[in-house]
């Protein structure tokens, strides 16, 4: 599923004190596969715009368009569009509340009304995606279970209602690396298996660098910025200027880069750092 966004603009509380301009003519096209980084400093607009991309807010001016049909138009049914874009937002675990795993993933599915062997059949696939053990876990209480297991389930309920388009925001945000680089690997394999359009909102460039086709770069409620990853990371004075930075391999690359040593200028990650920098050496000792 593809998303046109032409000239969208968001304004809190209009008219009055406290009056916020979140998104401010923003124009963006996101083709059906592509793994999207959102990535901008905190208030930058990021959790604005993706509330957007299913009708929980509606613009001030301008339009959403959803593989042809346009979400802000009033005549549209939204409950439509939200079975087909699901949106993960931060913290999710702290959504679940049935009393076991099974019925908090099987919420949404439920309420599609489908046949109780498509319910199981999907809670068990979704569970599988975010690699939880189905049988081991699926009559115990979400509450008993570590943070990172706790979000799975939460993603594992919005998989259940198979979208077309995934939008996470966060979701990283307070685990370990370990937690972090697992559930990294879990959407990515989602995107690869599934060739679902998703949208990884992030306040890190590490973490998106090394997954995502490409990256839009918000600040102050514009996007400043859209390229694939190894075009943004050229931009990095202004990346710096906008308090992001660059995934710390490609600035080691670039403070080598600028002390003589001949490298390619397109690292972001640590693989490529080795062996561009192994490439060198072998240069140096052949010289
Ligand atoms: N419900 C709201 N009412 C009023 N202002 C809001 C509301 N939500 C967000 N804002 C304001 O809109 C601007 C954009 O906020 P938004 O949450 O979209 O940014 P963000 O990039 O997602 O930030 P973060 O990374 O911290 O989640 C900020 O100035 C914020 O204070």
Redesign the pocket.
Known sequence: MSIKIENLTHI??PKSP?E?K?LDNINLQIESGEFIGLI?H????????IQHLNGLLKSTEGKVIINGLDITNKDTKLSDIRKKVGLVF?YPEYQLFEETIFKDIAFGPTNLNLSEEEIEKRVKESMQQVNLDFEELKDRSPFELSGGQKRRVAIAGILAMKPEILILD?PTAGLDPKGRDEILEQINSLHKENNITIILVS?SMEDIARYVNRIIV?HK?KVVLTGPPKEIFKEYEMLEGIGLGVPQVTDLTKKLLDNGIELNNEIITVEEAKQEILKWIRRKNNA
């Open positions: 809190y509380n406290f916020t979140a901008g905190t208030g930058s607009g990021k959790s604005t715009l931060q966060e306040h918000m409620s």
